[in-house]
């Protein structure tokens, strides 16, 4: 059964850049037609799917996000990453990784990201 497990810093200042790693077990993210994503969740509001990153290293983002967003991998470690440049306060979330792309069948735990001086 796959695992996935986020880490990265739970406070990041405003116009600095937030940095999320996705470490995966239980199965590899090179595994044909598996893709693997980002979602947060604002407090108060809904899901929002972030970009993602296929079994094949292809990407694609959110457009609203797409100008901010870069996702990537470390085979090596079966871990994918997230960086979100530029944040503001707006950007504070609970972040999860998942397997999948519009349908999710594993998630992590979710960290939570504030952002503020």
């Known amino acids: 059964q796959v695992q996935l497990q986020e880490s990265g810093p739970g406070l990041v200042e405003p116009s600095q850049a937030l940095s999320l790693t996705c470490t995966v077990s239980?199965?590899?993210?090179?595994?044909?037609?598996?893709?693997w994503s980002w979602i947060r969740q604002p407090p108060g509001k809904g899901l929002e799917w972030m970009g993602v990153?296929?079994?094949?290293?292809?990407?694609y983002y959110n457009p609203s996000l797409k100008r901010r967003s870069s996702i990537s991998r470390d085979t090596s470690k079966n871990q994918f990453s997230l960086q979100l440049s530029s944040v503001t306060p707006e950007d504070t979330a609970v972040y999860y990784c998942?397997?999948?792309?519009?349908?999710?069948?594993?998630w992590g735990q979710g960290t939570q990201v504030t952002v503020s001086s």
């Open positions: 998942a397997r999948g792309k519009s349908d999710f069948d594993s």
């Open positions: 239980g199965g590899s993210i090179t595994a044909n037609y598996y893709a």
């Open positions: 990153i296929g079994y094949d290293g292809s990407t």
